[in-house]
């Protein structure tokens, strides 16, 4: 870890969780001296070892303040983050087992895609869920807890939650089934809140650039960093609004992993003759959020922007790109970081500039030499989420041993992407 502080040119520090600024790119290291020089950014801004350049603020990004909130602070993607289990089963049976003329790992890939939509693709039919229904309750108009609604028809109409519940999306979204060190299975899920977190995002992020050019804001325009004030009635909307889409994050990554786990657990009992399957461990955490914590004596807002939560003793989840390693990780509760830490490699590459160097043939090539099983619908972006367009995971998880213990090291045996 080091540390950039220049008196005159910042407020507070920035500590970053690298071997030295040569590893930050020019608009990262942009980003964060516009967080640096926030009036109200407390003490200092923590970059993470996957930290790269987001909208306003650089993903793998920590900022503690007093009194605000920042929409754009935690991102578009609200509560994105992953779940995951871990079992007793031997990895080896999705790739040796047929079933049949496939192996069980292909078989269970194509099952997932037609049950759980990838990209845009939202239910045809509503879906069940207890959670939304008590959020459309908690709306009645004559509820009078109901949340700040000022604007309300820009806002997302939960209804349409019913439909986008259980849905992947596209992008670095993805479903794995994993391998342990030791041999045993694992499932992953990443995704997040999906329409309903970018319409609030983007709703919220908006009334904070008007508020702010009234309030004639010393925040320049140009960070793209405008705020809430806490004891606004803006704000608390905002907060409720967020905490509504991490609720709904949440409950989606738990029923896409309800519907993998069903479709994995029966294909392994009707293919191998494997009858009891145990549950081993679960993990659920979010990396894009605002939550309202004590450190260092002060409550404070803490926004973490591509970082997972990593108090002492708490499990967190830090996956690497497709094709790559993931880690399980136990956090260490460091202070310096606001009890967070990476939420994965972190791109070192845009998107377009990951499909102009990779080639489809060139992937697909490495996935079968690595027995990989792929499903996704529309391969000529395939490279966009290639490892190789992401940091070394291994060097990043080094860059961060004090702040998590790693627990387990699990690769890929098969991946579906939007």
Known sequence: MFEIFNPGEQLVPIKVWLPSPEHLDEVCMRQAYNLSNLPFAFRHIALMPDTHAGYGMPIGGVLAVQDVVVP???????????????TDVPAYILRDVSAPKISLAEYIVKRIMQQVPQGFEHHKTPQKSSMIDSLIKQQAPDNPTRLYSYGHQKLPQLEEAYYQIGTLGGGNHFIELQEDEDGLLGIMVHTGSRNFGYKVANYFNNLAKSMNKKMKSLVPRE??????????????GYIGWMNLALDFARSNRTLIMERVQNIVFNAIRQFTGIKRISITMEVNAHHNYAAFEEHFGRKLWIHRKGAIRAKKGELGIIPGAMGGYSYIVEGLGNPESFNSSSHG?????GRREAVRQFSLDEVMEDFQEKDIVLGKRRKRDTAEEYYKAYKDIDEVMHQQLDLVKPVLKLKTIAVVKG
């Open 345 to 349: 490699a972190g791109r070192i590459m």
């Open 223 to 236: 960070y793209d960093l405008a705020y809430l004030p806490a004891d606004t009635v803006e704000a608390q």
């Open 72 to 86: 754009n602070a935690v991102g578009v993607d609200i509560g994105c983050g992953i779940c995951f289990i871990h």
